[in-house]
């Protein structure tokens, strides 16, 4: 005979508070893997951060691609402010800067 299985469905109640996203899109040459574009938002210090994830990618008919990138930030503590939002958006293009990629103009 048969035991029934315990269900281990875990459940967590919704958040009050809203997640804030920045979608950004990177001008990369083609043969830059995608996943070193992730390596520079390793290294940012924002415990905020909820995930940085890649959106999608488009090849240009040129030797570039450009890529949509997407951070999430979130506390469970608070509504996070504007102006720490755009801080947060500033340090993550700056990162990237320095790593050599740079923002998608126009």
């Not at 995608?34 to 390596?39: G, T």
């Not at 951060?49 to 999608?56: G, M, P, Q």
Request: without cysteine.
């Amino acid at each position: 005979e048969s035991k029934p299985m315990k269900d281990k469905t875990k459940y967590s109640p919704l958040s009050k508070f809203p997640e804030a996203v920045f979608d950004y899109t990177l001008d990369v040459p083609s043969e830059i893997d995608v996943a070193k574009l992730l390596e520079p938002l390793s290294k940012i210090k924002i415990k905020e951060i909820k995930h940085n994830k890649i959106v999608d990618v488009y090849k240009h008919a040129s030797d570039r691609k450009s890529v949509t990138m997407r951070t999430t930030f979130f506390s469970a503590e608070k509504t996070l402010e504007g102006e720490f939002i755009k801080e947060s958006e500033a340090k993550i293009i700056n990162s990237l800067e320095k790593a050599g990629f740079l923002l998608k103009q126009g």
